[in-house]
C-alpha cells in the first residue's frame, strides 16, 4: 500500500526486519523442536511440554486480559473444565484422546457463552473477580459429580492410556507432539487473528475504548467474541494439561495458581506483545529450576517482582527491549514509512 | 507590590507546548482578565497557577513568595481559590455540601454560609439538592461560592459564561463589584470578551501561547484586541 | 419446620459477619475506584497479628483489638500511598495485578512464618455461650455480638460519609480528584485515609473470623469472594445494601448446607449468581451511574 503525496511516498509497512530473520531461526528452532523425540531424554521431553502448554494458557490470556482488556482472575475455570471434559469423553465415549482436545475446545466454548452472559454485567475490576467466583462454581460442581470421581478425582483407566500409543516412550513422544502442535496452533491463530482488521479493532479497544466506540469498532460484540474464543483455547489447552498428568481432581483442576502463573508470566514478559508471554514463559521456568528448592519463597519473589514491574515498567521486560532496540518478532501493527521525494 | 508575579512562564502537556515565557503581574485588589481564542493557553496558566500543570518559570511568587512546584492542594490554603471551568461541581455532594468543602482548608475569613446565601438567595432554597441538579446558572453560583468559602485572598474564574444564556452570564457578573468589595483580587479568564472587559482593571490577550496584548481596556480599540485576540494573520 | 428457621437465623447472624467483610471493600471501591484483590488477605493478615498479640502478651483476642487496629491502620496507609496510588489511573489493570501479585506476596509469607497450621483465636466459654429464644432455638451470643458490631459500625461508617468533613472529602475525591485539589484536599492523603479506615474494619472482622473459624494463610480468596458477593448483590448504593448483601449470603450458605454440607459455599456462590442474572445492578442500587 503506497501513497504519493506532494512531499514524498508513504508506505505502510508490517514486517520488520527482526520479523524476517526471526521467521527463518523460527522455522529451524520448530524443526529442532519437532525432533525432540530422537533427541531429548525423558525428563526434558515433560519439561518441554509443560513450558507449551505453560506458554500456550499465557498466550490465551494476553489476548484476553492484554488485549480485550478483560482482566479475567477465574481461567482456571476452563483449565479445569477441559481435564474433566478430557476425562468425561475418554471414559464415556469411543473418542480418541488426541480428538478430545479439539473437542473440549468446543464445549469449553459452548459453556462460555452463559458465563460471559452473567460476567459481563460486571465492570472493570469487579469482571475479574466474578469470574473467579464462577471457577469456584466449577471447582464445587464438579466435586458433586461422583461418576467424575467427586471430590478426590480419578485416573485416566488404563485402556484409554494404551489407545494413545503402546509403550511408554511412544506415549511420551505422542503427548509432546501433541503439545507442541497445540502451542502452535495458539500462537499462529492469536498472531493471525491480531493482524487480521479484528486485531486492529481490538488494539483500539485497548488503547481507547470510547475513541474505538466513535470509530464504530462494536466493543461488546468484539469482546465477546475474544473471551469466546479464549475459552476454546483455554479449554482445550486443559484437556492437553490433564492428558499429560493421567489423574484430576477438582481441587487440581480448578487450582488458582493456573491463572496466577500466567498472569505473572504475561505481567513479567510484557502484557499486549505476542513476544511477552514467550520472554515470561522463559524467565519463569528458567528460575523455577534453580528457586523451586525455595517453595514459598520463589512465589514471593514472582509476586514482588510482578508488582514492582507493574509499577515501575508496566509494558514489561519485552516492551523494554522492543522500545530499546526497535524490535518486533510478530509485527501485528502497522507502520508508516516516509521516503522523501527524490 | 504584586499579589502574583509571573516572570518567563513555560508550560508542556506532553510534548506540546502550551505556553512560551509568559510574564504576568497582578496587584493586590486588582481585577485583571486574560482573554484570547480557544487553545491560546488561559487554561493552561490558571492550572499552572493552581499547580495542577508542571511548569518552569523565572520567577512565580504570591504574596512575596515563590510558590513554584507547590502541590495543587497546598494552594488554597494560601488563599488562592478557583472556579473551574465547567463548575465542576461534586455529584455526590449537595448544594450545600459542596459550599462547606469550598473552606475544607479552614483559611479564617469573612465569607460563610450565610453570606453565600445572601449573594445568592436561589441557592438556599436548593441547599438539600444535589449540585449537578441545578441550572446551569445556578451551579455556577455553587462554583463561586464554594471558591468564596476558602476566604481567598485571589479569586481565580476560568470561563464564568460557558455554556451559559446571556441572560444568566448578566447574572453572575453583577456578583463580582461585591466580591471585590471585600478586598478579593479577581483573575478572570474569560473568551466572552465584552463581559472582561467591562469587569476588568487590566487585560492580558494570550494568543498561541504568548501574550499579544496588556493593558488597561479603557485605552484599548477594538482593532487592536481583535488583532491581539486572532492574530495579524487573519 | 424449626430447623430451618434456625438455619436461616444463624445464616442472618453469619451475614453480619460477611457484611464486615465486604464495608471495606466497599469503601476501597467507593472512594478510590480500586478492587483490592489482598483484601481476604488483609482479613487473615489481621487475625495472624491478633494471634501474635494474644500468644506475646496474654491478652484476650478482643483486647488485641486496641494493638491490631492500629497496626493495620497504619500499614494500609502506607501501602496506599506508597504502592497502590501510582497505581491509580484510567488504566485498569495496575491496581488489578499489583493488589493480585501482593495477596500472593502475604499468603505466602504468612505461610513461610505461621506454616499453613489451622489457627484460632480462643475467648474460653463465652464463645459456646446461647441465649435460648424458644424451647428450640438458640443463638449464639458470640454470633449475635458479631452482627450487632457489624451493624453499629456500618451506621457508624454511613455517618461518617454523609456527616463530617472527611467523609465529604471522601465523596469529593471519589467524584472528582483534580478538583477536589482546588478544594485544598490532598487526594493522595485522602486515599490513605480510606484505606486506613477499611482496614480498621478488616482489622476488627479478622478478629472476629479467628474466634469464629480456624484460619490458615489460604483461607483469604474465600473471604474476598463472599465480601464480594455482599458487595455485588446489595448494589452500590449504600453500606445498607452491603449489609443486605451480607445476609443473604449468609442465609443462602447456611440453608445450602442444611441440604447438603458440600452445598454450602456452592450455594451462596449460586446466589450470588441468580441475583447478578435477574438484577445486574444489585438490589440497592446507587440512583447516580458513573
Redesign the interface.
Known amino acids: 500500500m503506497i501513497e504519493a503525496t506532494a512531499q514524498g511516498r508513504y508506505s505502510v509497512i508490517r514486517s520488520t526486519r527482526a520479523s524476517r530473520g526471526g521467521a527463518v531461526a523460527g522455522i529451524v528452532l520448530l524443526l529442532f523442536l519437532a525432533a525432540a523425540p530422537w533427541w531429548a531424554d525423558r525428563a526434558t521431553m515433560r519439561l518441554l511440554v509443560e513450558i507449551f502448554y505453560i506458554l500456550a494458557l499465557a498466550q490465551m490470556w494476553n489476548l484476553l486480559a492484554g488485549y480485550a482488556g478483560l482482566v479475567s482472575v477465574g481461567q482456571q475455570a476452563f483449565v479445569g473444565l477441559g481435564g474433566y471434559m478430557l476425562f468425561a469423553l475418554a471414559i464415556f465415549t469411543p473418542v480418541g484422546a488426541a480428538w478430545s482436545i479439539p473437542l473440549a475446545g468446543l464445549i469449553g466454548a459452548v459453556v462460555s457463552l452463559p458465563v460471559a452472559f452473567l460476567v459481563f454485567r460486571l465492570r472493570g475490576h469487579y469482571f475479574a473477580i466474578g469470574t473467579w467466583v464462577v471457577a469456584e462454581v466449577f471447582l464445587l460442581g464438579f466435586a458433586q459429580i461422583q461418576t467424575l470421581g467427586g471430590g478426590s478425582g480419578i485416573s485416566l483407566p488404563v485402556s484409554v492410556v494404551r489407545d494413545i500409543a503402546a509403550s511408554r516412550s511412544g506415549r511420551d513422544a505422542v503427548i509432546y507432539l501433541v503439545a507442541l502442535a497445540v502451542v502452535i496452533c495458539i500462537i499462529a491463530i492469536v498472531y493471525g487473528l491480531l493482524r487480521s482488521r479484528h486485531g486492529l479493532a481490538l488494539t483500539a479497544i485497548r488503547d481507547s475504548e470510547e475513541a474505538s466506540a466513535s470509530l464504530g469498532v462494536d466493543n461488546f460484540r468484539a469482546k465477546l467474541m475474544i473471551y469466546i474464543f479464549v475459552a476454546f483455547g483455554t479449554t482445550a489447552i486443559g484437556a492437553l494439561i490433564f492428558l499429560t498428568k493421567l489423574r484430576i481432581s477438582p481441587a487440581a483442576a480448578f487450582d488458582i495458581n493456573w491463572t496466577t502463573t500466567v498472569i505473572f508470566i504475561v505481567v513479567i514478559g510484557g502484557i499486549g506483545t505476542i513476544e511477552g508471554p514467550i520472554i515470561g514463559t522463559l524467565i519463569f521456568f528458567l528460575l523455577r529450576e534453580p528457586l523451586a528448592q525455595f517453595g514459598t519463597w520463589y512465589l514471593i519473589l514472582l509476586g514482588l517482582v510482578a508488582v514492582v514491574i507493574m509499577l515501575k515498567a508496566p509494558q514489561g521486560i519485552w516492551g523494554l527491549v522492543a522500545e530499546r532496540w526497535d524490535l518486533r518478532f510478530f509485527p501485528v501493527q502497522r507502520r508508516l514509512r516516509f521516503e522523501p521525494p527524490d | 507590590m504584586s499579589l502574583l508575579a509571573v516572570r518567563n512562564l513555560t508550560a508542556f502537556y506532553g510534548d506540546f507546548q502550551a505556553l512560551f515565557g509568559i510574564d504576568f503581574s497582578l496587584d493586590e485588589g486588582e481585577t485583571v482578565a486574560v482573554i484570547g481564542a480557544n487553545g491560546a493557553g488561559k487554561s493552561t496558566f490558571l492550572r499552572s497557577v493552581t499547580g495542577l500543570v508542571k511548569y518552569a518559570a523565572d520567577e512565580f511568587t504570591y504574596d512575596g513568595r515563590s510558590i513554584a512546584g507547590r502541590k495543587a492542594s497546598d494552594i488554597p490554603g494560601l488563599g488562592i481559590a478557583m472556579v473551574p471551568e465547567g463548575r465542576r461541581l461534586f455529584p455526590s455532594l449537595s448544594v450545600e455540601e459542596n459550599l462547606v468543602i469550598g473552606g475544607y482548608d479552614g483559611r479564617p475569613g469573612t465569607w460563610s454560609l450565610d453570606r453565600v446565601y445572601g449573594m445568592f438567595p436561589r441557592l438556599k432554597e436548593r441547599r438539600d439538592n444535589p449540585g449537578t441538579a441545578l441550572s446551569g446558572g445556578e451551579q455556577q453560583m455553587v462554583a463561586i461560592g464554594r471558591a468564596l468559602m476558602a476566604n481567598p485572598k485571589l479569586l481565580l474564574c476560568d470561563e464564568l459564561s460557558l455554556g451559559l444564556a446571556p441572560i444568566i452570564i448578566k447574572d453572575i457578573y453583577e456578583s463580582v463589584p461585591a466580591i471585590k468589595a471585600e478586598g478579593v483580587s479577581l483573575l478572570i479568564v474569560e473568551q466572552d470578551i465584552n463581559q472582561a472587559l467591562e469587569v476588568a482593571d487590566r487585560v492580558y490577550c494570550f494568543q498561541e501561547g504568548r501574550i499579544s496584548l496588556e493593558g488597561n481596556p479603557a485605552q484599548m480599540s477594538r482593532d487592536d484586541i481583535a488583532n491581539a485576540y486572532l492574530g495579524k494573520s487573519q | 419446620m424449626i430447623e430451618w428457621v434456625n438455619s436461616i437465623l444463624q445464616g442472618v447472624l453469619t451475614g453480619g459477619l460477611y457484611a464486615l467483610f465486604a464495608t471495606g471493600l466497599a469503601i476501597i471501591?467507593g472512594v478510590m475506584r480500586?478492587?483490592n484483590?489482598t483484601h481476604g488477605d488483609f482479613i487473615v493478615l489481621a487475625a495472624f497479628v491478633a494471634l501474635v498479640v494474644v500468644e506475646g502478651t496474654g491478652v484476650g483476642p478482643f483486647i488485641s483489638l486496641i494493638a491490631v487496629i492500629p497496626i493495620m491502620a497504619v500499614f494500609g496507609y502506607v501501602l496506599q500511598r506508597g504502592?497502590l496510588n501510582?497505581?491509580l489511573g484510567p488504566?485498569?489493570?495496575?491496581?488489578?495485578?499489583?493488589t493480585?501479585?501482593?495477596?500472593?506476596?502475604i499468603q505466602?509469607?504468612l505461610?513461610?512464618v505461621f506454616s499453613a497450621d489451622s489457627q484460632r483465636l480462643k475467648i474460653g466459654a463465652f464463645e459456646t455461650l446461647s441465649i435460648n429464644l424458644t424451647e428450640d432455638l438458640a443463638v449464639g451470643v458470640f454470633p449475635l455480638i458479631i452482627f450487632v458490631t457489624a451493624v453499629v459500625l456500618i451506621f457508624a461508617i454511613q455517618a461518617v460519609f454523609n456527616r463530617t468533613?472527611l467523609g465529604?472529602?471522601f465523596?469529593?475525591t471519589?467524584?472528582?480528584p483534580?478538583?477536589?485539589?482546588?478544594?485544598?484536599?490532598?487526594?493522595r492523603h485522602v486515599y490513605g485515609l480510606a484505606m486506613a479506615l477499611a482496614l480498621v474494619l478488616v482489622a476488627i472482622a479478622g478478629v472476629f473470623l479467628g474466634v469464629r473459624t480456624n484460619f490458615d494463610p489460604s483461607v483469604g480468596?474465600?473471604r474476598?469472594?463472599f465480601a464480594?458477593?455482599a458487595v455485588?448483590m446489595g448494589g452500590l448504593g449504600s453500606l445498607w445494601g452491603t449489609l443486605a448483601g451480607g445476609i443473604i449470603l449468609g442465609v443462602a450458605q447456611n440453608i445450602g448446607a442444611k441440604i447438603d454440607p458440600?452445598?454450602q459455599?456452592?450455594a451462596g456462590?449460586?446466589a450470588?449468581?441468580v441475583v447478578?442474572?435477574i438484577r445486574?445492578n444489585g438490589l440497592f442500587p446507587r440512583t447516580?451511574d458513573?
Do not use: Y
Not at chain 3, 178 to 187: E, Y
Open positions: 471501591f480500586l478492587v484483590i504502592v501510582p497505581t488504566d485498569l489493570l495496575p491496581p488489578l495485578l499489583v493480585f501479585g501482593l495477596s500472593i506476596v505466602n509469607l505461610l513461610e468533613s465529604r472529602a465523596r469529593a471519589s467524584d472528582d483534580v478538583t477536589a485539589q482546588l478544594m485544598g484536599i490532598d487526594h480468596p474465600s474476598l469472594l464480594f458477593e455485588i458440600g452445598f459455599i456452592l456462590h449460586i450470588f449468581l447478578l442474572a445486574p447516580r458513573d
